[in-house]
């Protein structure tokens, strides 16, 4: 009986341990538009032109020369959105929306990983559609990025609820998981209402 006592009492001493190595990363809970937001998250422009992802921060400042774009934080205007790719909150909403004219920038959210870990991603994308709230017809490329891999991709339609994606990956220090949203044949109406979590293995 004691043998057995002592068999329950070290399993469940290891199962705590383990959960407490476990760590989330909530973009929804976490986000604040800064510039890194609870030490990982980034929004960024991807610049298919060159492949270029640019560090970027939506409504803090005013617009400085997009032409000269280098390896600094740009800043955006709150206006002008379908010439400049933005992602901001409404509530407890997150928001994204490619460029759909002019640069043709992807809206990207970057999290970068705070130390080597196994990591499990989750979330989902919906379209808003546009100022009306117009969604049908409406649609956008969401990916899920770890460098040049891809870990999830597909279409998101307006008027057909949450799309929802999942993924595992291994990842190093400093080593970065984007969810990337991008046109898909229309020009109009991509806000797309999304959130991303990050569950890590280890804190």
Same mark, same amino acid.
């Given at each position: ?133 117009? *969604?049908?017809?409406?649609? !956008? &490329? ?7 891999? +891809?870990?999830?991709? @597909? #279409?998101? /339609? %307006? ?6 994606? *999942?993924?595992?990956?291994? !990842? &190093? ?7 990337? +949203?991008?046109?898909? @044949? #229309?020009? /109009? %109406? ?14």
């Amino acid at each position: 009986m004691k043998k057995l006592i002592v068999l329950l009492f070290s399993f469940l001493c290891i199962a705590v341990s383990s959960n407490a190595y476990a760590e989330k990363f909530d973009a929804r809970k976490d986000y604040n538009c800064d510039l890194v937001s609870n030490g990982v998250w980034t929004f960024e422009g991807f610049r298919a032109s060159d492949g270029a992802y640019l560090s970027m921060i939506f409504g803090h400042a005013p617009i400085k020369e997009i032409s000269k774009y280098g390896v600094e934080a740009h800043y955006l205007p709150d206006g002008d959105q379908e010439a400049h790719p933005f992602i901001t909150r409404m509530a407890d909403d997150m928001m994204a929306s490619p460029a759909t004219q002019g640069r043709k920038f992807d809206s990207v959210l970057t999290w970068t990983a705070p130390y080597s870990c196994g990591v499990e991603i989750k979330g989902f994308a919906r379209i808003m559609g546009n100022i009306k709230g117009e *969604s049908t017809g409406k649609k !956008v &490329k969401a990916s899920l990025l770890q460098g040049g891999k +891809v870990l999830w991709s @597909g #279409d998101v /339609a %307006g008027g057909q609820g949450d799309t929802e994606f *999942s993924a595992k990956a291994s !990842v &190093k220090k400093d080593e970065k998981i984007r969810f990337q +949203v991008a046109c898909a @044949g #229309d020009t /109009a %109406g991509d806000v797309t209402v999304f959130n991303v979590v990050v569950d890590t293995d280890k804190n």
